[in-house]
């Protein structure tokens, strides 16, 4: 299995502020996850969070001509939720294994927004070393995305570290 971290430039200003984790499997059922983190510009507008988004993997990497061709992942009918602070900071406690999963149920966090509801899932690894990251999203019953994505312990301490450094930044915004 291949995997791939990068920072994306996707902002006006020159920051980085999408974290990518890439994950292509030769059988084409690779994941890849990207976190956003959104601040706002002005005080009381909507509050500061993370956007993650997870893609099913389109097509393997193939030669072609003699070319490598990297795998695809179908950005177009990702699923994406949204962190908020609590979100975040319960992500934290299971990183640093204080709690097993992201709630008391073992279910994950809920979210709902009108007919649509998730749940985002995060708990260690039974079969590998690391952490298991899960998005399930239906509408009014039926399930439109549901995927898994294995992070690494490095990607995990990596993540945990940059979730720890923003939690002001959630909080209070550009100070």
Request: charged share 25%.
């Amino acid at each position: 299995m291949e995997e791939a971290i990068l920072l994306e430039d996707r902002s006006a200003n020159g920051f980085r502020d999408t974290l990518a984790f890439y994950h292509p499997i030769r059988s084409g059922k690779g994941m890849a996850l990207r976190l956003d983190l959104r601040l706002n510009e002005m005080p009381g507008g909507r509050y500061n969070c993370y956007f993650m988004e997870m893609a099913s993997q389109k097509a393997p990497s193939q030669v072609v001509g003699g070319q490598r061709v990297p795998a695809t992942f179908d950005w177009e009918n990702k699923v994406t939720v949204k962190l908020n602070f609590h979100d975040v900071s319960a992500m934290i406690c299971v990183l640093e294994d204080r709690v097993e999963s992201l709630s008391q149920q073992g279910d994950g966090l809920y979210h709902q927004i009108g007919a649509t509801d998730s749940i985002i899932s995060l708990k260690r690894s039974t079969d590998t070393p690391g952490f298991i990251m899960g998005i399930s999203k239906r509408r009014k019953g039926e399930s439109l995305f549901r995927g898994h994505f294995q992070l690494s312990i490095i990607e995990a301490e990596g993540l945990k570290q940059i979730f720890k450094t923003s939690l002001f930044r959630l909080a209070f915004g550009r100070v």
